[in-house]
């Protein structure tokens, strides 16, 4: 029993463990290496990463639920560019312009209603045709970003709003909003996963779909609504990212896809599903915006921060591997 | 005979488990150009010995001599390389690959640079197939046979080595009546070429149609060898049971409730045909047949998993159709599944809530779990059933077969189902916890449920049933009261035999 709580714990707590040793190693580092005279563990610099973290990191709390329930979603980042472009652009709608400021919450609804009707699209045709999520989503990753294209060309949909600008770079109790979202996603997501039932039959059709059939769970309906709420959270994300930069490029978020699986995957999330934690995910995020800020911190450039990125990736998949089967085996005994 | 030198002998063959003496000084020898019959009821040791002499257990005591030559198996591949070859009930072949590409999986013939040689290839296959009469050549990709032609493929890999014996297990489970034919005539061309052959099979009619000899296990013992000219049906079934039963015939004697489930002319494909039969409450009603003769197919139409293609199901008198598992358990139907890991639980998962998957969402307030509702379930059903656990927070995966099973039987007790059903209730199960679950069972029904078994293993059916359903290749053959019922009429009627009676 011990073995088996000691893996355990090594296996839940090996991604803040590796969290405080990215923060030794970058202080330690910083002090040779850095061009800046500020330490790396610099309040301003700490709260920065965290709001640095959240149009990943709120992503990667859907992705949770979505891998945990046994698919995957490749499709968040074309959610993300689309919702910030009906965002952006329906700001200047001129239906609204009489709406004054109040056109912020409409906008708003409206780039959030596109995130959940497409996570409702990819999930609907999950359910009923059957076929692998990987292969729906790859295929509504290309159309979704077509989708950009089609909406406004190669030209960037651009929309400053003063009231929405302040509102994103403001601080409360010293957090960022969008590090107040993220808060708060995480927060509802581990609520959900953990307290609900709907939660709990996402861990039992991830683990093992025939059986959680034959206990008479709906797999189909399951499935459509974490593709909602992944759709939901892809869209906040931009909501929470847009309304401060106020202008998305037909490219924004390409490869956001990858970063998100790869944090969802860092926190011990499997990729066949069944086992995996919101919190754990959370370290995964923050382990990886660490690794950026950190390397950019001692100087490295950004190809050296991805090639790094991909190598601890491999190497924690290996160790967390070998952590596993040697938990395994000590419970055969 | 008896002037010539084996082609295979199995000499004291001794293999033990923890607790179990699997095999028990067990021989046999096969003559070159003899088809050799090895019998016995399931658990009775024949896989086990098939898997001896395939190298993959190694026995403590006793010898494997190959024409007398003693050998040491430590893989089927080092078998076939001594002339002994397996024919699997599982054919495993690639299917997007051709027949000739399987038959030579692993040592395909080789040119320079480790280019393939495939006219080499082409040609031996050809000459192969040639031998076997088939009507496929080796460029046919191997997943556009038909089954029986898949098996002709697994024979003619068999065919690439000198072989010197070769075991086919029940090979026909899956042929069609003319495909049979065939693979006799492949048989007996094996014979003439002076290859031993072992043949396991339960089907009485094909042992005494191709057979030289039958040999016969039971409980891992070796019980004799007969001539199949100088014996009868009668003769071998006696062999293969003439146990004193360890376990005792079902003596129910409380009160029959009225009928819970009424099952009128089912049909399914060509899965089952017609069937019929009820279950009252407080009533265990078996099913017994060998596998594929559609036990399980039925089951899983009651409980919504296939769609039946004709006929009633009536729950409590009304006729009720049952579209999904899920509108099973609604109204009432449960089943403990035959694939107690693949089907029953979710290993990763714990104990609790395990056992309340089914109704964690009517436990629930809102979408919210109830975690204390969902203990006091486990609570009372784990002191009710007995399951040895540390605690509901242990990992289901972690708990032995037994009381695994438990958890399952407790997930739809604490529903309080109208109909259980449990197929192979203890399948995988050591022998103290099958009498454990076997006790459980007449207690649910001595307590008012109608239960369902479904299993494979006689003495477990006799035990547990108050009836018994005997079904052959999809359909009911006969129903018995276990007053009337006696072990040589329920293999007969499961193997055919009543059916050739009546319909003569």
New interface residues.
Partial sequence: ?EAGNLSKFLKNGAIWGFIVIELIFFSVAGEFMSLSDKAFMDVDNMLLLLKQSAPIGIIAMGMTIIMVNGNIDLSVGAIFALSAVILLDSLTWTVFAGLGDWVIPVSWALALLTGVGLGAINGFIVWKTGVDAFIVTLGSMLGFRGLVFMYNGETPTSSLNWTLVDFAEAQFLGLHTATWFLAIVTLVMWYLMT????G??A??IG??R?????????VGPHMLINFMIIGFLAALSAVVFYSESGSVNPNDGQLYELWVITAVVLGGTKLTG??GSIVSTLGGVLAIQLLRKGLGHIGADTSTVNLVIGLILIAVLFLDRQLNTKGKEE?KL | MSDQTPALRLEGIVKTFPGVRALDGVSLSVMPGEVHALMGENGAGKSTLMKVLGGIYQPQEGRIIVEEVPTVMTSPLQAKSKGIVFIHQELSLAEELTVAENIYLGELPRRSFGRVDWEKLYTQTDAILAKLKVGFNAKTIVGDLSIANQQMVEIARALTVDAKAVIFDEPTASLTDAEKVVLFDVISDLQRQGVGIIYISHRMEEIFKITDRISVLRDGSYRGTLETRNTTEEEVTQLMIGRALDLSRNESNHELGDVALEVRGLSCGHMFKDVSFDVRRGEVLGFYGLVGAGRTEIVETLFGLREPSGGKILLDGEEVRISSPADAISKGISLVPEDRKGQGLVLGMNCRDNMTLPQVGELSSGPFVAPGAETAIFDKYKEKLDIRTPGWKQTVGNLSGGNQQKIVIAKWLSMHPKVLIVDEPTRGIDVGSKSEIHNLIRDLAAQGYAVIVVSSEMPEVLHVSDRIVAMFSGRVMRTFTSEEVTEESLIQAISGITATEKVA
Avoid: F, Q
């Fill in positions: 029993m307290r609900t039932v709907h709990r039959n861990y039992a683990d093992n025939d059986a959680a059939v034959n206990a008479g769970i709906k069944g086992a419970l």
